[in-house]
């Protein structure tokens, strides 16, 4: 079966970092592409970064708001995704998910949360930043 499992969450501080983790199993990430996505309570799903070969191996895009403090990578020979969440704000808290897709949904160079019923979805791990 197809799954994925995500980790790293915490309770920090404003301005702290963390590094998120995507573990996958029943398929290989370098074979799909696998978004980032983010879901606070009482608000809408939100997509924040997705790399697959798209474009070019391990090709990575971002949501526009990210603005260079999150980043993800990917390394094949774990089969994990990561998220670097860097300078991290009060408005980052939610539960952030990872999820494999078909290819990366891009539109004028920037990432958008495009799900489908297919899509592999993990539990989620939640980022709470407060002081």
């Known amino acids: 079966q197809k799954q994925l499992v995500e980790s790293g969450g915490g309770f920090v501080k404003p301005g702290s970092s963390l590094r998120l983790s995507c573990a996958a199993s029943g398929f290989r990430v370098e074979d799909s592409g696998i978004g980032w996505l983010r879901q606070a309570p009482g608000q809408e799903r939100e997509g924040i970064a997705c790399i697959s070969n798209n474009d070019g191996p391990a090709t990575t895009y971002y949501a526009r708001f990210v603005k260079g403090r999150f980043t993800i990578s990917r390394d094949n020979a774990k089969n994990t995704v990561y998220l670097q969440l860097d300078t991290l704000k009060p408005a980052d808290t939610a539960v952030y998910y990872c999820?494999?897709?078909?290819?990366?949904?891009?539109?004028?160079?920037?990432?958008?949360?495009?799900?489908?019923?297919?899509?592999?979805w993990g539990q989620g791990t939640q980022v709470t930043v407060s002081s």
């Open positions: 999820v494999r897709e078909e290819l990366c949904s891009v539109w004028g160079g920037n990432y958008f949360l495009d799900l489908r019923p297919d899509d592999v």
